[in-house]
């Protein structure tokens, strides 16, 4: 046998392999990456993670150190992962593993993009792109047209439009507006669907349901389902960029800005960073971010603004200022008893639990947030910033089968909100 034809069986045997392998097993960009849980034991080790942490600049940080014994949540490449576990066992933290391959969790959400459907017909129980969520906006529009109206916010840094519509039902008074908005966070999906879902109910079961009728004669309603497209747009790219954060506007070797650090109150003062590559980069002036800079000038201009709502995930939190500070606003009562009211009603929907009181208290410290900036520069009382589902299990990466229980269980949340805002205004 001549080696020649040793060669060749050898190469077809490879070429065997080539062909089924990637059919056996796909490796993806985030195959073993891991999402791991940090238990601080008290301040001391609350420290010492921080330190720990700071020295590796890349991590990606998925819930920030927020009490002496809160848990940390981490993503780790599988670079990382030996080291960074080694040194969090040598200094005795209890640590969990919360996903072991993220890429696996992707594989099984993911959706047939090829499937569309019929223009009329809106899959509330899927994820959905930005086209697909701008022309939801569109149709729900042209459908209920005799109540709703269509604005665009701004340009995005990418020449996107930040598409958003008004609800507004005949009344003979003035009434109080009310913002909410959805994706300011690229990567928390449960966000706009959530958004999207209520809306979608206020506008069907108007005239219906009559808790769901009150709630929109209430207030007019000014919806942006997505507040950074550009972000949003980018997360559905591909795997690789799913866990997209921030805008995409350029800074240097790294792109983007933390819009909800990006606001023109107490900028970069406190739990926001000054590096361009950072998660949480405040960007090189308050409202550099030109999708933040047309929000806030939107809100500027909307009479008699009374409730605002910046819907993020995940952890379950129902928050009001001050982020910048753990110093308790002079409205901190009434702000939190609406708070307690939208928890209240949204528990008792399926038993889901809300924790809830100021931005500072309950997480931690951040400046330039849009609740902060809404209450304190254009005195909108009722202020909050949301985290939605989940707790941890599954994170940014809350399987779809979620959005309608999320969004069920907020709607009335809503509600209960919007009542006592009315009762106490
Ligand atoms: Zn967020």
């Not at 819930?63 to 040598?90: H, M, N, Q, W």
């Not at 909410?180 to 979608?200: D, F, K, L, Q």
């Amino acid at each position: 046998m001549g080696l020649n034809m040793d060669f060749a069986a050898v190469s077809t045997v490879s070429l065997v392999f080539l062909v089924l392998i990637p059919l056996a097993f796909t490796a993806g960009p985030l195959t073993g990456h891991s999402v791991l849980r940090v238990w601080p034991a008290g301040e001391k080790q609350v420290t010492l993670l921080q330190e720990l942490l700071s020295m590796r600049k890349s991590l990606d940080i998925w819930k920030g150190p927020s009490c002496a014994t809160c848990p940390v949540d981490i993503r780790l490449t599988p670079f990382e992962y030996d080291d960074v576990t080694s040194s969090l066992k040598e200094n005795n933290f209890k640590v969990e593993t919360m996903i072991s391959d993220i890429q696996h969790v992707l594989d099984s959400q993911r959706r047939d993009l090829k499937y569309k459907p019929k223009a009329a017909v809106f899959d509330y129980s899927k994820y959905h792109t930005l086209d697909e969520i701008n022309a939801w906006t569109m149709n729900i529009t042209n459908v209920y047209d005799s109540m709703t109206s269509v604005f665009n916010v701004t340009k995005s840094y990418e020449g996107r439009s930040l598409m958003g519509f008004k609800i507004s039902t005949p009344s003979p008074f003035a009434r109080s507006a009310f913002w909410i908005e959805g994706g300011i966070h690229a990567r928390e999906w449960i966000s706009p669907a959530t958004v999207i879902y209520m809306v979608g109910q206020m506008l069907d079961r108007y005239k219906i349901d009559p808790d769901i009728t009150t709630l929109v004669d209430s207030f007019e309603w000014y919806i942006l389902p997505v507040t950074n497209p550009d972000g949003y747009a980018y997360t559905w790219q591909s795997d690789k960029t799913r866990l997209w954060r921030k805008t995409r506007s350029k800074h240097g070797l790294c792109y983007g800005v933390d819009p909800n650090r990006n606001w023109d109150i107490e900028w970069s003062k406190s739990g926001a960073s000054k590096d361009p590559c950072s998660d949480t980069y405040c960007g090189p002036k308050a409202f550099s971010e030109v999708e933040v800079k047309g929000v806030s000038d939107f809100l500027r201009n909307i009479s008699g603004l009374k409730g605002f709502i910046d819907f993020h995930s995940y952890s379950q939190l129902w928050m009001s200022p001050w982020g910048y500070t753990k110093k308790l606003p002079k409205d901190f009562k009434q702000q939190d008893e609406g708070s307690a009211a939208a928890v209240d009603a949204l528990q008792k929907v399926f038993g889901t639990k809300y924790e809830h009181g100021t931005i500072a208290n309950i997480i931690y410290t951040a400046s330039g947030s849009s609740a902060d900036w809404t209450y304190g520069k254009i005195g909108v009382k009722y202020s909050y910033g949301v985290e939605l589902r989940d707790t941890g299990k599954y994170g940014f990466l809350l399987p779809a089968d979620q959005i309608i229980p999320s969004g069920q269980e907020t709607l009335q949340a809503l509600i209960g909100l919007a009542a006592y805002i009315k009762d106490n205004s």
